[in-house]
């Protein structure tokens, strides 16, 4: 095999890995987000019981 084949192997699962890596990146900001949406809905709830 090629010593290129390699390098242009590599540098496909380089490609792959930060791809996924920025995939979970984005579900763990969007969790985040999510979780205090859901918090601020909750209070918002809270609220409007107590009265």
């Known amino acids: 095999m090629d ?4 390098t242009y192997m590599f540098y496909g699962f380089a490609a ?3 791809i996924l890596a920025l995939y ?7 969790e985040g987000r999510l979780r205090r949406e859901l918090d601020s ?6 609220e409007a019981s107590g009265k």
Do not use: D, E, Q, T
């Not at 809905?41 to 809270?46: D, S």
């Open 41 to 46: 809905v909750k209070k918002m709830i809270g």
């Open 24 to 30: 979970v990146v984005s579900l763990v900001a969007r």
């Open 3 to 6: 010593s290129r084949n390699f």
């Open 16 to 18: 792959a890995w930060l």
